[in-house]
């Protein structure tokens, strides 16, 4: 698509209560700009307050009773009808990302696609079981569990997948019988009106999906802090996560966070250097490396080191920079000035703490970067543990190369982080792949495969300070959005 031929038409997106498309009380808006060309409004959102989510949880609470009731075959129903709705606004919706957030233009259209699969996959749910027959030990009793809703959901997203984690969290939540209160970060809300229109479209009663745009600080708050509000899933930083978690905990509600990475990949000397440069490269640095599952740090055998790095800098010397609409671009700008700001500050402690800078490192502002927040991709080698580029999520295109002798040292090396999200090793030896397996602290473990990119099938999220220890996705999801009722008939 050239940039010519955007299609997001520049309005005021509403906030969504009750099924009606509302303005906050506070009569207040924000503006979303692109980040490819900060001039260019996308369009205005909501500046929301605590009145419009207690207005949201209000309709929630209201229209959770009947949405329970109706049984989970038809509840499905609604979401398929959802993914036929985002099915034909494909290419207007994925355009809209790509504006609102920077990411290429076929990045954000597969994002949409697995955004109808995952509505399909739960609309499916519908129809699978929920529960077990277990022996009593009363033989004239039958015993069995069943699953229940949890009430009203709060689901605050982040903006680097705006289209994919709401539908991970939304469809979920409402299969299993909960209705929600939805909470897209404000750098991506028109992307997420969008996906709210599609399930308006789709003619889901009223109240049982409401969205509240806003900041974080205000209407993210008053949703972990609503007494009505009986479970919270959140994706975003480590320490917005936590905050979360105690005001959940505080108040007795059931929370799901996934946060960040620090993610490694490990290249053995019997590796297929080519597969790992290319995995390397599309891990970290796709999506201009704003994943979670984003690859950080390269721990690579010092028998191909050498070869390794060669291949891996003339390959990202290839990468191409630009508006993520334009057809040659590989990687778009970061998704905002904050952001940028964030990588910047990464470039530069790595180079005042000693890493040697290999590649990139700028900010590009000339000709056709000038009002964006481009950055160029960037490769430190020299890297040590102790150096904040290999202990802080930086959520950029820069990568960590370090040198191991072994694959004890790679996997205590790549084990030395407060995170455990995803990992992965490049080798032939099927023994090394199984101690990579048994060893390495992470909840998705990837032989010769990158780490980013997760199948909406399989359960989804990580060990230590990645996640509250939960997983989302696939059947993993029904662990968090119901309860078990055990149940005992005895005629
Ligand atoms: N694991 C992941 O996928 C992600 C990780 N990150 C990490 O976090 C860093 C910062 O990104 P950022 O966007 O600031 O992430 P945040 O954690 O601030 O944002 C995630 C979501 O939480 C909301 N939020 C912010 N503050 C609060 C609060 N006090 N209470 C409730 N909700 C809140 C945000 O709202 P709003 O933004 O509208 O104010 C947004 O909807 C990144 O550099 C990256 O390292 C970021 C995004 C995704
Ligand atoms: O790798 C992926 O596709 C998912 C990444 C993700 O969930 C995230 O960055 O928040």
Redesign the pocket.
């Known amino acids: 698509m050239a940039v010519s031929e955007v299609k997001t038409k520049k309005q005021t997106y509403l906030n969504y209560i009750d099924g009606k498309w509302v303005h906050s009380s506070t009569k207040k808006v924000d503006k979303s700009i692109n980040p490819a060309n900060k001039n260019e409004i996308v369009g205005y959102v909501q500046q929301s307050n605590e009145e419009d989510v207690n207005k949201a949880v209000e309709a929630a609470k209201k229209a959770q009773v009947n949405w329970r009731r109706l049984s989970s075959v038809k509840r499905g129903e609604y979401l398929y009808k959802a993914a036929s709705e985002l099915e034909k606004r494909m290419d207007e919706i994925a355009e809209t990302m790509t504006r609102e957030m920077g990411k290429t233009f076929p990045e954000s259209k597969g994002e949409v696609q697995r955004g109808i699969a995952i509505l399909r996959y739960y609309a499916g749910e519908g129809m699978r079981k929920i529960g077990d027959v277990i022996p009593s030990s009363d033989s004239e009793a039958l015993m069995f569990t069943t699953r229940v809703p949890l009430g009203v959901v709060g689901v605050?997203?982040?903006?680097?997948?705006p289209v994919a984690?709401p539908i991970w969290k939304i469809a979920p939540a409402i299969i299993y019988g909960n209705t929600v209160v939805f909470?897209?970060?404000?750098?991506t809300?028109v992307t997420a009106a969008k996906i709210v229109e599609c399930l308006d479209q789709a003619g889901l009663p009223a109240g049982v999906v409401n969205m509240v745009?806003?900041?974080?600080?205000v209407?993210?708050?008053a949703?972990?802090e609503h007494p009505d509000i009986n479970a919270i899933t959140?994706?975003?930083?480590?320490?917005?996560?936590k905050?979360?978690a105690q005001k959940a905990v505080a108040r007795g509600a059931k929370y799901q966070l996934?946060?960040?990475?620090k993610n490694p990949v490990i290249v053995l000397d019997d590796a297929d250097l080519d597969q790992a440069v290319e995995a390397t490269v599309s891990g970290g640095l796709r999506s201009t490396g704003?994943?979670?599952t984003a690859t950080s740090r390269v721990f690579v055998h010092s028998n191909v080191y050498d070869e390794f790095k060669e291949k891996l800098l003339s390959r990202v010397k290839q990468i191409t920079i630009g508006n993520g609409l334009n057809n040659d671009t590989w990687m778009g700008p970061c998704a905002?000035e904050?952001?940028l700001e964030?990588v910047l500050y990464y470039i530069r402690k790595g180079i005042e703490e000693g890493a040697t800078l290999l590649y990139g490192g700028n900010r590009l502002e000339d000709g056709e970067f000038k009002n964006g927040f481009y950055v160029q991709p960037t490769i430190f080698e020299n890297v040590s543990p102790n150096m904040t580029i290999a202990r802080e999520?930086?959520?950029?295109p820069v990568l960590a190369l370090i040198k191991v002798d072994t694959l004890e040292e790679a996997l205590n090396l790549a084990n030395d982080t407060p995170f455990g999200l995803s990992a992965s090793i490049f080798t032939k030896n099927i023994g090394n792949a199984l101690s990579f397996i048994n060893e390495i602290e992470a909840g998705l473990v990837r032989i010769n495969e990158e780490s980013a990119g997760v199948e909406l099938q399989a359960p989804f999220g990580g060990m230590k300070q990645s996640s509250s220890h939960s997983r989302e996705q696939g059947r993993a999801a029904i662990e968090f959005f119901t309860s078990i009722k055990t149940v005992l008939i005895k005629s």
């Open positions: 605050i997203t982040p903006w680097n997948f984690i909470k897209p970060a404000q750098e809300a745009t806003g900041r974080g600080l209407v993210g708050n949703i972990a959140f994706t975003g930083s480590n320490e917005v996560g905050t979360i996934e946060m960040g990475g704003q994943k979670c905002s904050k952001q964030t999520e930086i959520f950029g």
